[in-house]
Antibody, heavy 120, light 105 residues
Framework: QVQLQESGPGLVNPSDTLSLTCTVSGGFISDKYWSWIRQPPGKGLEWIGYIYFSGSTNYNPSLKSRVTISVDTSKNQFSLKLSSVTAADTAVYYC??????????????WGQGTLVTVSS | SYELTQPPSVSVSPGQTARITCSGDALPKQFAYWYQQKPGQAPVLVIYKDTERPSGIPERFSGSSSGTTVTLTISGVQAEDEADYYCQSADKHVVFGGGTKLSVL
């Protein structure tokens, strides 16, 4: 049973870069897609992007200029970097396994999520 | 990218049937997915590819599709089904609906 766990700072200063890591256990990161999704407090879900284990990516156009998702197969981890953050980036950040096909994309399972607050 | 529209809230009594809709122009061409999210917890997939139910999800959860609208149906609603429900689809990029709060009165 694949499990995912997010880790990283819970507090980030405005204008800095938010960095999170997702560690995958119970399975290998290879031959799969992996994603980041966020949820501002009291609001809905927003897809950030996904990465294939080989390194190819697909990002939300609204965040693309600030987002980098990378993968480290040797550590069975993938990471998120979001630059130039503002208070609007305060959210619970989830990592998830992403099932991608010609006409389908869905997320299962999800990590428990980690709250990142942008504030000085 | 396109949008998915859900009603903000749906209320039902225990034992009744709850229907949550999700509308989007691309839904005739793209599959839809449904997630259940309880307070303080991560979302859980309850329906994939419009109508398929993952293992471990109760049979009372079902999905259907008609034109630009997909529907999550929960038959014989139980108190434990009270949660937020999100639909999701994708064309070039992934889109989530705004979410529907299901209240079990």
């Amino acid at each position: 049973q694949v499990q995912l766990q997010e880790s990283g700072p819970g507090l980030v200063n405005p204008s800095d870069t938010l960095s999170l890591t997702c560690t995958v256990s119970g399975g290998f990161i290879s031959d799969k897609y992996w994603s980041w999704i966020r949820q501002p407090p009291g609001k809905g879900l927003e897809w950030i992007g996904y990465i294939y284990f080989s390194g190819s990516t697909n990002y939300n156009p609204s965040l693309k200029s600030r987002v980098t998702i990378s993968v480290d197969t040797s550590k069975n981890q993938f990471s998120l970097k979001l630059s130039s953050v503002t208070a609007a980036d305060t959210a619970v950040y989830y990592c998830a396994r992403c099932i991608v096909g010609a006409t389908w994309v869905w997320f299962d399972p999800w990590g428990q999520g980690t709250l990142v607050t942008v504030s000085s | 990218s396109y949008e998915l529209t859900q009603p903000p809230s749906v209320s039902v009594s225990p034992g009744q049937t709850a229907r949550i809709t999700c509308s989007g122009d691309a839904l005739p061409k793209q599959f839809a997915y449904w997630y259940q999210q309880k307070p303080g917890q991560a979302p859980v997939l309850v329906i994939y590819k419009d109508t398929e139910r993952p293992s471990g999800i109760p049979e009372r959860f079902s999905g259907s599709s008609s034109g630009t609208t997909v529907t999550l149906t929960i038959s014989g609603v139980q108190a434990e089904d009270e949660a937020d429900y999100y639909c999701q689809s994708a064309d070039k990029h992934v889109v989530f609906g705004g979410g529907t709060k299901l209240s079990v009165l």
